[in-house]
């Protein structure tokens, strides 16, 4: 599975920015999907999944009620839809797929990678 993201940019405190990432190959049916991000000295960590069958979501405490994901099967892609962005969140932000439906909120499972896209949130 080949992954391009792409959507990041420089946005102020309390706007939105919507991120894509669309998988390459006939498997994006049948992998869960995940958005992680790393902050300049900090972990690279999960902040949103969705299952394989785009029925059950994870989101991250520090994100949930502002950020949504969503797939698009006749498009192999996946939406994060972020909103009331804080400077918080900036952090380069990483799509990656995975195998294993009954565990796409576990970090682990995610064996593809797409490049980075950067969200910066000034104040």
């Known amino acids: 599975v080949q992954l391009q993201a792409s959507g990041g940019g420089l946005v102020r405190t309390g706007g939105s920015l919507r991120l894509s990432c669309t998988a390459s190959?006939?498997?994006?049916?049948?992998?869960?999907m995940g958005w992680f991000r790393q902050a300049p000295g900090k972990e690279r960590d999960l902040i949103a999944a969705i299952s394989v069958s785009g029925g059950s979501t994870y989101y991250e405490d520090s994100v949930n009620g502002r950020f949504t994901l969503s797939r698009d099967y006749a498009k192999n892609t996946v939406y994060l839809q972020m909103n009331s962005l804080k400077p918080e969140d900036t952090a380069v932000y990483y799509c990656?797929?995975?195998?294993?439906?009954?565990?796409?909120?576990?970090?682990?499972?995610?064996?593809?990678w797409g490049q980075g896209t950067l969200v910066t949130v000034s104040s």
């Open positions: 990656a797929a995975g195998r294993g439906s009954d565990y796409y909120a576990r970090p682990d499972i995610y064996t593809y």
């Open positions: 190959g006939r498997t994006f049916s049948s992998v869960n």
